[in-house]
């Protein structure tokens, strides 16, 4: 199984932790499209940030998913291709390309992240509208509300979707020029596939 598959359901098991935490229900005026409105919220905001700043200054380890013996592989921040720790020897044009794909890989990791964290924020307001839905006798207004929301909350995971086809287009172009990096070339069409079925 490869990481693309377990990152969508990752990505909800997210939401539902969020559900279930501690904190006071927040009020609606404090919810934007850009910022986390709850505690958890910004906790896993701050906690993505850590994350994609660690990506953009590291290494990038590729997948070794399927392919039994193979040395691990990184990119690094300078594109250079590390196979079991050593450099392959490589020219301008695949140094312009492992760049492009550790870009691709960033950007997929972002708009997973900001997803994380508003799929915190969407199912710490759901368990709030919940209660005060039970409480106030509204419970069908409230219903119809949390629907919607999450019906947009759903199309946003979607959206991610997209990340994969132009990293599948370099990936390939990759695996064409730079044979050595053809063992880590695990994504293919399925996976987008699989990213808009589910």
Same mark, same amino acid.
Request: charged share 25%; glycine share 8%.
């Given at each position: 199984m490869n990481r693309t598959r377990l990152f969508l359901p990752l990505l909800a098991c997210l939401a539902l932790l969020a559900a279930c935490g501690h904190d006071a229900p927040p009020t609606d005026a404090a919810t934007s499209a850009d910022a986390p409105a709850t505690v958890v919220g910004k906790v896993v905001g701050k906690a993505m940030s850590k994350v994609r700043a660690k990506m953009e200054s590291g290494n990038i380890d590729l997948d070794t998913a399927g392919r039994d013996g193979a040395p691990k592989a990184a990119i690094t921040?300078?594109?250079?291709?590390?196979? &079991?720790?050593?450099?392959?020897?490589?020219?301008?044009?695949?140094?312009?390309?492992?760049?492009?794909?550790? &870009? /691709?890989?960033?950007?997929?990791?972002?708009?997973?992240? /900001?997803?994380g964290t508003k799929g915190a924020d969407f199912g710490?307001?759901?368990?709030?509208?919940?209660?005060? &839905?039970?409480?106030?006798?509204?419970?069908?207004q409230v219903e119809a509300e949390?629907?919607?929301?999450?019906?947009?909350?759903?199309?946003?995971?979607?959206?991610?979707?997209?990340?994969?086809?132009?990293?599948?287009?370099?990936?390939q172009r990759l695996a064409a020029q730079l044979p050595e990096f053809r063992p880590y070339a695990t994504m293919d069409q399925s996976d987008i596939d699989d990213c808009r079925s589910e």
């Amino acid at each position: 199984m490869n990481r693309t598959r377990l990152f969508l359901p990752l990505l909800a098991c997210l939401a539902l932790l969020a559900a279930c935490g501690h904190d006071a229900p927040p009020t609606d005026a404090a919810t934007s499209a850009d910022a986390p409105a709850t505690v958890v919220g910004k906790v896993v905001g701050k906690a993505m940030s850590k994350v994609r700043a660690k990506m953009e200054s590291g290494n990038i380890d590729l997948d070794t998913a399927g392919r039994d013996g193979a040395p691990k592989a990184a990119i690094t921040p300078r594109g250079d291709l590390l196979i &079991g720790g050593r450099p392959v020897a490589i020219d301008d044009a695949q140094r312009a390309l492992l760049l492009a794909y550790r &870009g /691709d890989i960033i950007d997929l990791a972002v708009a997973g992240a /900001d997803l994380g964290t508003k799929g915190a924020d969407f199912g710490m307001r759901a368990a709030g509208k919940a209660l005060r &839905g039970a409480f106030s006798g509204s419970h069908d207004q409230v219903e119809a509300e949390i629907e919607a929301e999450a019906s947009r909350f759903e199309a946003q995971a979607r959206e991610i979707c997209k990340h994969l086809e132009p990293m599948l287009e370099t990936q390939q172009r990759l695996a064409a020029q730079l044979p050595e990096f053809r063992p880590y070339a695990t994504m293919d069409q399925s996976d987008i596939d699989d990213c808009r079925s589910e």
